[in-house]
């Protein structure tokens, strides 16, 4: 199984949802979070002083899915992500070694 983890823009996250959606997965989790890469960040005024804002607003997807799925899964992510723009996010991919159900205590691909 594989974990993917995705930081994609806030306003990408609806159209990530139902590529996801659509690939048959109904499972995910859906962090707000703040980081910075290439895309730097940018100046703004408050009170007429002038700061710079670094850690950019972004929003995180993580599923786990079948090692089967983990292609479909990467292409549906991209092709609903990008903008072309610095600062489309990125994508991590990691193993995972077990997965529980903690309701019916399933373990593994029946967990999911």
């Given at each position: 199984m594989k974990r993917i983890e995705a930081i994609v823009r806030h306003f990408k996250?609806?159209?990530?949802?139902?590529?996801?959606?659509?690939?048959?997965?109904?499972?995910?989790?859906?962090?707000?979070?703040?980081?910075?890469?290439?895309?730097?960040?940018?100046?703004?005024?408050?009170?007429?002083?002038?700061?710079?804002?670094?850690?950019?607003?972004?929003?995180?997807?993580?599923?786990?899915?079948?090692?089967?799925?983990?292609?479909?899964?990467?292409?549906?992510?991209?092709?609903?992500?990008?903008?072309?723009?610095?600062?489309?996010?990125?994508?991590?991919?990691?193993?995972?070694?077990?997965?529980?159900?903690?309701?019916?205590?399933?373990?593994?691909?029946?967990?999911?």
């Open positions: 996250l609806e159209s990530v949802k139902e590529a996801l959606t659509e690939l048959g997965i109904h499972g995910m989790t859906v962090t707000e979070v703040r980081g910075f890469g290439r895309q730097k960040g940018h100046k703004e005024t408050y009170r007429g002083a002038e700061y710079i804002v670094d850690f950019m607003p972004k929003v995180k997807v993580e599923v786990v899915v079948e090692d089967s799925m983990e292609r479909p899964v990467v292409e549906a992510i991209v092709s609903s992500a990008r903008t072309g723009q610095v600062g489309d996010g990125k994508i991590f991919i990691s193993a995972v070694e077990t997965v529980v159900r903690i309701r019916t205590g399933e373990e593994n691909e029946s967990a999911l």
